[in-house]
């Protein structure tokens, strides 16, 4: 996660996140990636079930539950664990999560423990009672997902008419005092929406915008040809840094972000070193505060069943399953050779990789994109779009 608002137009400071000792319980949410300690941020799906047929589904989310989700009981306890161990923000997701049932209960006792409560939703449900009594449980984001204007993100969503749904959704949120912000995937069969979604941004007054880079996972797989390619990548993500800064040069206060490709934090960089930038030198400090790629270290995934993946896009390997033990156990369990190496997956990283001048920013980026895209989970990013030269290498 890069936070192109914070860094490029300098919202942030490096002496920030050392101010709170750079612990993840103490840090406010604005700051969680510049964390020392790495407490994971636990996505939990909490249901299979979902009222959309989304193309780039990572979860490969059905119309149906799956019969061996966790029990109430069973979740509570998770969220009881979690707390615990530290894990500053659960993060409930699905399928659909506000298609489960009990999914008010569970919220109201993340945020009881003092965890910071977060959701990602497609919207369709939150009418306004339901924004009013999820604002009275404390919840404290609300991030909507959308592929485009309405007719790129209902063809997406396989649903007619999701799009106006969403952004009903927004306004439910807004009104009630619920920060609110949306999630948007990058591919080629939308990336020319991302204009109008700065637009749509600027004129409803949302405070946040994450734009995720595709992750070859469930659905998304599928989407793997679809993909930008270098060129392009570096084009729109020049393009969100530009419309960052007419942003806040307007005086509008937007959260903007990149998700799920770390070689945006070097791009963004060099290019204010190219710029003159005098910030330059610290945003690399702050790169490397954060860190790059957190899988299995700061981010982790509970899938329906009580799987524990190294994050939401990893389903196919598990550690173990909360049913059998804590999630605090399994996380800090380096028997499994996995977990082992994913600590410090700088060790392992192949070729380019592993001699990059940036590796320390990010990490090796996204392993289980590498796996899928060539078969070795150790191989270079296929999406790392840096040079050789930018990267050290010439």
């Given at each position: ?95 659909e999560p506000l298609m489960r ?150 005086g509008l206060k937007v959260e ?100 990059c001048r940036f590796l320390d ?34």
């Open positions: 996660m890069i936070g192109i608002s914070k860094l490029y137009c300098g919202t942030v400071e490096a002496s920030d996140p050392l101010r709170y000792g750079r612990r993840a319980k103490d840090l406010p949410s604005h700051l969680l990636q510049f964390s020392k300690d790495k407490k994971p941020v636990v996505v939990w799906n909490v249901t299979k079930r979902c009222n959309l047929r989304c193309i780039h589904c990572y979860a490969h989310a059905t119309a149906k539950a799956d019969p061996d989700e966790l029990t109430t009981k069973e979740g509570m306890a998770l969220i009881e664990d979690l707390a615990q161990f530290g894990s500053p923000v659960m993060l409930f997701s699905g399928g049932e009990d999914i008010l209960d569970l919220i109201h006792k993340a945020v009881s423990l003092g965890m910071r409560a977060v959701i990602s939703t497609n919207g369709i449900l939150i009418d306004r009672p339901l924004a009013r009594e999820l604002k009275k449980l404390g919840l404290s984001y609300v991030g909507i997902s959308i592929d485009g204007l309405e007719e790129v993100h209902d063809k997406f969503r396989g649903v007619k008419g999701a799009f106006a749904k969403a952004m009903e959704a927004v306004e439910n949120c807004q009104a009630e005092g619920i920060k609110v912000g949306l999630r948007f995937t990058i591919n080629r069969l939308n990336a020319q929406e991302i204009p109008k979604v700065f637009d749509l941004v600027e004129e409803r007054k949302i405070p946040r915008i994450c734009f995720y880079h595709l992750v070859y996972a469930g659905r998304g797989t599928k989407l793997m040809e679809e993909d930008l390619n270098h060129e392009e990548t570096r084009y729109w993500v020049d393009y969100i840094i530009d419309r960052t800064k007419e942003l806040h040069d307007k903007v972000l990149t998700v799920d490709n770390h070689a945006d934090g070097p791009y963004l960089y060099l290019r204010m070193k190219r710029e003159g930038n005098p910030r330059a030198e610290e945003v690399l400090e702050l790169l490397r505060m954060n860190g790059g790629n957190n899988s299995g270290v700061g981010i982790g995934c509970v899938s329906w069943d009580g799987s524990v993946h190294a994050d939401q896009f990893w389903r196919h390997y598990s550690f173990g399953n909360v049913r059998e033990r804590p999630f605090s156990e399994i996380w800090m369990d380096t028997s499994d050779p996995l977990m082992a190496k994913l600590k410090e997956k700088w060790k392992h990283v192949k070729g380019r990789c592993a001699k920013c990010c990490a090796g980026n996204f392993r289980v994109r590498a796996e899928a895209a060539t078969g070795d989970l150790w191989a270079p990013d296929p999406a790392c779009y840096l040079t050789d030269e930018e990267i050290g290498l010439k």
